[in-house]
């Protein structure tokens, strides 16, 4: 029997919206601190059909997409998310990939990828081809900026509440200058969790390598499994000595705009386990290839942040490790988004019954928010 041809995925219209949403409350790490979140919303409109994407990043990747991306893709016939992909890149060529212009190809390269499967009328991971029914996850917050009321809450209701195993703080405050309440804060956490989940924490680069190397050594009553970003993540030397020096997994990569990048730092033995971000890296199409890169370098795969945007494509890792539950990011997908996922029981598990991503923007909800 011969298989029915794919129905064409001819663009009629690319759009992007940028979106400023206030946090919750002050938020922060070890080297930043921020009271809103922009998303920049993608839409890949055809005559049957639309698919969407997002990136969290400044409102400047909207004119990327109309002027450098749309162009390319708009009209043409038949495309498939490949060729437009790689197209893309090229187009970008002067505009430099890191940075805005990578976080613009990404959510386009998203919508691209929601189109198709919604063309189909397929579940974005069935397209994909799913190797995992559920993705384990990690509640991600515990911002510097928390007191010890917020931070027991937040910690209790992922862990008493939602029965997530495993859950990460943010230490290295002021750029590591507190380390005494970042031990506090760690003892803490642990004290509030218990036995019931793993202990995480990210130090965002605040520290210096020593430094984060003497924190880990003083926090070995707290038993913490994952340290994030102890140095910057372009200090491939120094997370392959820390590395080296404790025994809690090390991990970074959440800043990674190409697969080079990736490369770099598994070649350098920096990490135990990658990160990559789809709103970064380059989207699903660039996402999938840094796992697989990963594999061959007999390392795990954690996906950092916009856990809706990376479910589909984590089902299909052999060598995924887990998805960031992150509070701002989470908060802001439920608001705003229908066909959001339940997290109750540490894992998601993405619908077999909606084509896509299976998410739909809530506009009338967002337009408060657009950046004119």
């Known amino acids: ?113 929601d189109l198709k499967a919604r063309l189909l009328s397929l579940p974005l991971h069935r397209l994909l081809g799913a190797v995992h029914e559920h993705v384990p996850i990690y509640g991600s917050g515990g911002f510097t900026t928390y007191d010890h009321t917020r931070l027991d809450e937040q910690l209790e209701h992922w862990v008493h509440d939602q029965r997530i195993p495993r859950v990460k703080i943010k230490i290295a405050e002021s750029w590591g200058t507190e380390p005494e309440r970042d031990l506090r804060r760690i003892r803490q956490a642990r004290e509030v969790i218990g036995d019931a989940a793993e202990l995480f924490v990210d130090a965002n680069g605040g520290y210096t390598r020593k430094q984060a190397i003497r924190m880990m050594q003083a926090a070995a009553d707290a038993d913490v499994r994952w340290l994030e970003e102890p140095v910057s993540s372009d200090d491939l030397d120094g997370l392959h000595q820390i590395r080296e020096a404790v025994d809690v997994d090390v991990a970074a ?83 705003f988004f229908d066909g959001t996922l339940d997290p109750t029981g540490g894992c998601l598990t993405p619908s077999d019954d909606a084509p896509g991503h299976g998410l739909t923007p809530k506009f009338a909800d967002l337009e408060p928010f657009r950046v004119r």
């Open 1 to 113: 029997m011969t298989p029915e041809p794919e129905p064409p995925m001819t663009v009629v219209e690319l759009d992007a919206a940028a979106y400023t949403i206030p946090t919750d409350a002050p938020e922060a790490d070890g080297t930043l601190s921020w009271d809103s979140t922009t998303l920049v919303l993608v839409q890949a409109h055809t005559d049957d059909g639309v698919g969407v994407g997002w990136t969290y990043a400044p409102a400047a990747c909207v004119p990327v997409i109309a002027d450098l991306l749309a162009p390319l893709i708009v009209g043409r016939e038949d495309a498939d998310v490949l060729d437009l992909h790689e197209k893309m890149i090229r187009a970008l060529r002067n505009a430099g990939r890191p940075g805005i212009a990578g976080c613009a190809l990404s959510a386009v390269d998203v919508a691209l990828w």
């Open 253 to 335: 990569g959440e800043y990674g705009y190409a697969p080079a990048y990736f490369r770099q730092m598994c070649a350098a033995g920096a990490v135990d386990c990658l990160q990559a971000d789809v709103t970064r890296c380059g989207g699903i199409t660039d996402w999938l290839r840094v796992a697989a890169m990963a594999a061959t370098f007999g390392l795990d795969l954690s996906a950092h942040c916009a856990p809706h945007l990376h479910v589909h494509a984590a089902t299909t890792v052999p060598n995924l490790r887990h998805l960031e539950w992150f509070h701002d990011h989470v908060r802001i997908e439920t608001a």
